[in-house]
């Protein structure tokens, strides 16, 4: 029987880090060398980090991606390494070099390159045109890279060759129903084919995109034999049977909680510690309102980078209501971050003053928006003077419809919740509350009066988010059916919602591009992204 021992590297490898993400390589081979690996496998673009964008446009880049690439494989006796790395050859490929035996023994190149929602791979690469086929320990093995996987002639040309197992090492980003497709597809190549797979993944945030690992093996038959967790570095064990076709795993880790609110919980947490992270920030900072989602994202916060990593800032207004300040300070409390309290009527005040000449009493809007700046202002002098990312703090439903201020809630280096519908950002703080042992604290962190009363900007008396929205769980539905469903207003009404009421969301939703092309990155979660996959014109007379 031949069978083959694998160590799967499902790790972070940042983008641009190259001699970093080589120092990782080459631990890796030490440690699986030394516990009697036959194969190492690194993710897609593992030398590179994943997606470089326009770094592949650089000729010292890709260059430095080959020095590091020929020092690793003169470094290989014994062990089999698979390392994903930009192939510069005349033109410029997604591939993967199989290094042994002290040399380069085989690149593959990713023949189907996806130029869909988050991907643009045909800006960069261009196409490989055959599949590669190699022989470790007398298996059969087939090297795909990502897409590969997800049309089936790849797989089939591996298996023509006499492929018994696909090792598919990737880079796929998620989205909260990616890991059943993922699954569907696989389980389709290897029923259509008869080999087994091994599917690596990715994992971390790389700006608005967070990848989750979450790798996979599938039996020949087509059954997944092992799941690898979320969000969770680590290097996986695997023996092949190459007779049988089937897998067995040694230590796995073990997933908690796989529920679709852990998962999503897991994407926004990992997505603020490698933003935070990878751009050199110590900490964060930001503004707590007293309502839901501050609430949810000084949870994220401490739950990415710990307690004495993260600020917390209080801007009361004449509005603000005491369940506000009382249940601020009390979260703050809780989770024991750093809190300070800005008053800022003085402020606002004074710059209302220095405009009367011009426009004498505000109007309404213009007054709430104000406070708002206001509050910005502070919040950025704070970001400034202490080093701090500042986390603005909205969700999809508000940049959606256009809910927010310029310059002044929308102020900040980083949106956790930018692609959390509204609806979501409720059960996620119920499901956060639930969670015991998570994060640094367990049990009850976003405080119960947030989570019951109405929700509102408190930028004047008796204000709610419904004097100026539909309630959210209608609006929500309306932009679900919009945005990720590609609905058109008719199909919407069809559905069950006024006619009246869509025609509002639509309008709103087309009028605030302007406003989402100026606001901070946040983790792409949903199949449907502002400024990744929805990209609209600002100026745009279509309705």
Request: hydrophobic share 45%.
């Amino acid at each position: 029987m031949a069978t083959l021992r694998l160590a799967l590297a499902q790790f972070d490898f940042p983008v641009g880090a190259v001699a970093a993400n080589a120092d990782c390589v080459r631990s890796l081979m030490r440690e699986a060398g030394a516990r009697g690996a036959d194969l190492l496998v690194c993710p897609e673009l593992a030398l590179s980090g994943y997606p470089p964008e326009d770094l592949l446009l650089r000729p010292s880049f890709l260059a430095a991606c080959q020095v590091e690439l020929d020092k690793l494989a003169g470094e290989t006796e014994g062990l089999a390494t698979l390392v994903g790395f930009p192939h510069s050859a005349g033109m410029v490929y997604n591939a993967a070099a199989l290094l042994r035996d002290g040399r380069i023994a085989q690149v593959a190149h990713k023949n189907a390159l996806p130029n869909y929602g988050v991907f643009d791979d045909k800006r960069w690469f261009e196409p490989g045109h055959a599949v590669a086929v190699t022989t470790i320990r007398d298996v059969r093995v087939g090297l795909l890279i990502c897409e590969d996987a997800w049309q089936p002639e790849p797989a089939a040309a591996a298996a023509r060759s006499g492929a018994q197992l696909l090792v598919v090492i990737n880079a796929s980003p998620f989205d909260a129903g990616k890991q059943v497709q993922r699954e569907a597809v696989l389980a389709a190549r290897a029923s259509e084919t008869g080999c087994a797979i091994a599917y690596l993944n990715m994992v971390g945030g790389q700006d608005d995109v967070v990848y989750d690992g979450a790798s996979l093996l599938l039996d020949g038959d087509g059954t997944v034999a092992a799941r690898a967790p979320a969000f969770a570095d680590a290097l996986l064990w695997a023996e092949f049977d190459s007779i049988a076709r089937r897998w067995k795993t040694q230590d796995w880790p073990v997933t908690r909680d796989a529920s679709a609110e852990a998962t999503l919980y897991g994407a926004l947490v990992r997505g603020v510690r490698d933003y935070a992270g990878k751009n050199g920030f110590e900490g964060v900072l930001l503004g707590l309102s007293g309502g839901i989602d501050s609430a949810l994202t000084l949870a994220i916060a401490v739950d990415a980078l710990g307690a004495d990593k993260v600020g917390a800032v209080m801007l009361p207004s004449r509005y603000t209501s005491e369940l506000s300040l009382r249940e601020a300070h009390s979260q703050a409390r809780s989770l024991g971050v750093e809190f300070f309290d800005l008053p800022i009527g003085a402020i606002v005040d004074a710059a209302a003053a220095t405009l009367a000449p011009v426009c004498g009493e505000l109007a309404d809007l213009a007054a709430q928006n104000l406070q708002a700046r206001s509050r910005g202002v502070l919040l950025m002098a704070l970001s400034n003077q202490t080093g701090r990312l500042l986390l603005t703090t909205g969700n999809k439903s508000e940049m959606a419809v256009g809910y927010a201020t310029l310059y002044g809630d929308m102020c900040g280096g980083y949106a956790p919740l930018k692609d959390v519908y509204k609806t979501q950002v409720y059960a996620l703080a119920r499901w956060r509350n639930a969670a015991e042992g998570s994060g640094e604290r367990g049990g009850a962190v976003i405080p119960e009066a947030v989570i019951a009363r109405a929700p509102s900007a408190e930028l004047r008396a008796d204000q709610t988010d419904q004097d100026s929205l539909p309630a959210y769980d209608v609006l929500d539905d309306i932009l679900l059916r919009c945005i990720e469903g590609a609905e058109s207003q008719a199909e919407i009404v069809a559905a069950g919602h006024a006619a009246r009421d869509v025609a509002r969301v639509v309008r709103m939703l087309y009028a605030s591009e302007f406003k989402r092309r100026q606001s901070a990155p946040g983790p792409r979660v949903s199949t449907c992204a502002f400024g990744r996959e929805r990209r609209y014109p600002v100026s745009n007379a279509w309705r």
